[in-house]
Every structure is written in structure tokens, then in C-alpha cells.
């Protein structure tokens, strides 16, 4: 069976293109880009060219890019040189549909004394300006908000963000894991002081990433050790990944007007059809301030990981938004926050595509999903009248 892949926002495929060009890193060209000798020192060269590579893409310079080893250790990263450079500062302003790897964080400052705010979203899943300026205080060491949110899609207005928060004179740190690639990117005019992104959700493999840090804002070193990416970030750097990261980020930038128009064009069509071919259906997120790629739909009275038992059974790859934890079915955090009733939060899938995807595979999901969902419906524990109720878990 055919694998049809619509969960571009959990990973995605590595480029041929990535592939080939960091094949000879993992063979012939094994030196250590520290090392003396020419035979390591040509295995730098590519490291500078990838770097060079990640600066064209983000609009900034390249001694602005520190590799590290994935969206999660950047973002940790963010946190800890803006608090460790700032030890008097005990507030954080966040939000509460950020990716685990910034609330994870934020909670654990919490739990060491921290004050966290945590900035809630409208139904569509925005945020409100107001509230973002009415919670900045003298003692807000940091503000962390994704500039794409990793379910919904749902892009924040990082411009008016920055003004917001740059004109109280505080650090600004953006989760861009599934920004980068999708939309374009130019950091000299966007006055963020640390962004985070990640390889393999822009068709690099697993276990690379990079963290812009803008030139002046303060920085703190999170790894400790060698000399590595100029003393930022020690640990002998993953040549191959560092390589592939550079390659997958400008290819991405190549990509990037076909991101927004036949990918865009491609998920319209699948969006579309499913609510328009499905009853009690519904989009999560605001339809236009949204990625191009991504898909959040609601198939009321059904339950998210059945949906995606059946699904497998087509071939049919996607993320759900309820995952059943001891015993009780948790909603996602993120439709929580928009308030996403029950009836319809236990029922999300995230269709995320990629530039791999194709026509054909949106026409076998237009097919596959009605009869599919109709058969749940039959089957549902999920009853009209508990609206708002919690449904106990069935899986
Ligand atoms: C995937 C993701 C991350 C984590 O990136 P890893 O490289 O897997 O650590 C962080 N933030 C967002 C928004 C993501 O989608």
C-alpha cells in the first residue's frame, strides 16, 4: 500500500537533494572541522558555506547562526541566555499554544521562582495586541511567541510583536520551527533577538537545528565544553546535518513561492472538499492567517485517534489533536485555549502537506474520509446532549 504523508508538521522527508549532498560527510569526509590538518579543515569549509546557506535564508548574517541539535535545544537555549543574562528579571510573557519545548521551559522557570504569564487566544487562535502590551513589565526578562503555531498553522503578526515588546526595551524570542520554509524571512528588518528552527521539518533529517541570535542581544552559553561554534555552543559539530541543514534551507527558500501557491492550492482543495463533503465539520484556526500548509479540521462526535486507526488502514498519514493520556481523552492544549468545544476538539486531525504531495493523493483522501467518518459516527459513544461534557476515554 501506498503511503500517503499529510503530518509535514511532525517531520518531514528528506530532499533528495539534502541527501546527496551530505552523503560524502558520513563516508570519505570524516575529519573534525577543529582539527589542524587540511583534512579536517576542508570539512569547515562546508560547515561556513552551510552557515552562509542559513543567513541567506533567515535575511541576517551568518555569525548570527549557531547549529545546534534540534527546534527544542535552540528554543531552551532562547530561555537560558536571556534569564541567565538578566538574573534580576524574574518575569516571562509566553503563550498558551506554544510548542512543549518553550512551556516545558516556561514551567520550569515557574517552579524556580519565575512569574510566567501565559497569553490566551481567540477562537481562530489569535492573539490580542493589548493584552501582550498590558502584561510587559519592568522585570519581563523575556518574551517567547512561535511565529507559527505547529497545530493550527495559525501565523502571529511577529512585526507588530516586535514593536510591542522592543519599544519596553525587553528580549524577544521567537519558536519559528514551522515558519521557516513557509514563509519568507527577513531578520535585518525584523528586530527579534533569538529565533528558533529545526531541519527536519524543512525536509532535512533529524537531530540539527540552528538558533539566530541577533548581534548584541545577549547571549549565554546553554552547552558547555569546547570551542565550537565560535565558543556559543560546544560539542564537535554534526557535520552531516550541519551540511544537509544549509542545502534544505536554501531549497526551501527556492520553494518557497510554490509553498504559497501550489501547496496552498493543494491544501484549499482538501480543506474544502472534506468540510463541504462532511456534516459537522470545522476549521480550527483563522482561514487566512494560517500557513500554507497546514489543516485543522474537526469531525464533530468522532474521536481524533480513531479517525487516524481508520486512516492507517488507507495509508493515510496525519496528527490528531486529542491524545488519550491515563485513561481520559486530553484535547490538545492548543484548541483548549480557543475553546474548541469538546464535541469537536476530540475530533481534530492535522493535515500537514509538503511540496511531495500531489493531487492525486488529495483526491484519495477526498474519497477515503466521508465513508469513514460516517462509519465512526455509527459507532459513537458521543451523544448530542454532552455538548460540553468530557467523554470518557474509549481507546
Ligand atoms: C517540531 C517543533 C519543535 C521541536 O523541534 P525538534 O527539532 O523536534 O526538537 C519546536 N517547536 C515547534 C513549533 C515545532 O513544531
Known amino acids: 500500500m501506498k503511503t500517503l504523508y499529510f503530518d509535514n508538521n511532525a517531520t518531514t522527508m528528506v530532499a533528495p537533494e539534502v541527501l546527496e549532498e551530505m552523503l560524502p560527510f558520513f563516508s570519505e569526509q570524516y575529519g573534525n572541522p577543529s582539527s589542524m590538518h587540511r583534512f579536517g579543515g576542508q570539512v569547515g569549509k562546508h560547515l561556513t558555506l552551510a552557515r552562509d546557506r542559513v543567513a541567506k535564508g533567515l535575511g541576517c548574517e551568518p555569525d548570527e547562526v549557531i547549529f545546534t541539535a534540534c527546534g527544542t535545544e535552540s528554543d531552551n537555549t532562547a530561555f537560558f541566555a536571556a534569564t541567565m543574562a538578566q538574573p534580576g528579571k524574574k518575569h516571562i510573557v509566553t503563550t498558551k499554544v506554544e510548542h512543549p519545548a518553550v512551556l516545558n ?9 519565575y512569574d510566567v504569564t501565559y497569553l490566551g487566544t481567540d477562537s481562530q487562535g489569535r492573539l490580542d495586541m493589548d493584552e501582550l502590551r498590558d502584561s510587559l513589565r519592568d522585570d519581563t526578562a523575556l518574551v517567547s511567541i512561535m511565529y507559527a503555531n ?25 519558536d519559528a520551527v514551522q515558519a521557516v ?7 535585518s528588518e525584523l ?21 539566530y541570535v541577533r548581534r548584541g542581544s545577549p547571549f549565554r552559553t ?3 565544553g569546547g570551542h565550537q561554534e565560535h565558543g556559543r555552543r560546544a560539542g564537535t559539530e554534526n557535520t552531516t546535518g550541519i551540511v544537509a541543514l544549509g542545502k534544505a534551507v536554501e531549497l526551501a527558500t527556492q520553494h518557497i513561492e510554490a509553498e504559497n501557491t501550489q501547496v496552498r492550492a493543494l491544501r484549499d482543495r482538501l480543506e474544502q472538499g472534506l468540510i463541504k463533503a462532511i456534516p459537522d465539520t470545522r476549521l480550527n484556526g483563522h482561514p487566512d492567517e494560517r500557513l500554507p500548509n497546514t489543516s485543522n479540521i474537526s469531525f464533530k462526535y468522532v474521536e481524533g485517534e480513531a479517525i487516524l486507526l481508520m486512516m492507517d488502514q488507507h495509508g493515510i498519514c496525519a496528527s490528531s489533536g486529542s491524545a488519550c493520556t491515563s485513561g481520559s481523552l486530553e484535547p490538545s492544549h492548543v484548541l483548549r485555549a480557543m475553546g474548541v468545544p469538546f464535541t469537536y476538539a476530540h475530533g481534530s486531525i492535522r493535515y500537514s502537506l509538503s511540496r511531495y504531495n500531489t493531487d492525486a493523493e488529495v483526491d484519495t483522501i477526498l474519497e477515503a474520509m466521508p465513508p469513514l467518518i460516517e462509519r465512526l459516527r455509527e459507532l459513537s459513544p458521543f451523544k448530542k446532549d454532552q455538548e460540553n461534557e468530557p467523554p470518557a476515554c474509549t481507546c
Do not use: C
Open 222 to 224: 546553554f552547552m558547555l
Open 150 to 174: 505547529n497545530e493550527t498553522g495559525v501565523i502571529y503578526p511577529m512585526p507588530e510583536i516586535a514593536e510591542i515588546v522592543k519599544a519596553r526595551g525587553i528580549l524577544l524570542h521567537t
Open 181 to 187: 520554509g513557509k514563509v519568507p524571512f527577513k531578520l
Open 191 to 211: 528586530p527579534v533577538d533569538y529565533l528558533a528552527l529545526s531541519g527536519h521539518k524543512l525536509h532535512a533529517p533529524k537531530g540539527v537545528g540552528a538558533l
Open 105 to 113: 521551559v516556561a514551567q520550569r522557570l515557574e517552579r524556580h521562582g
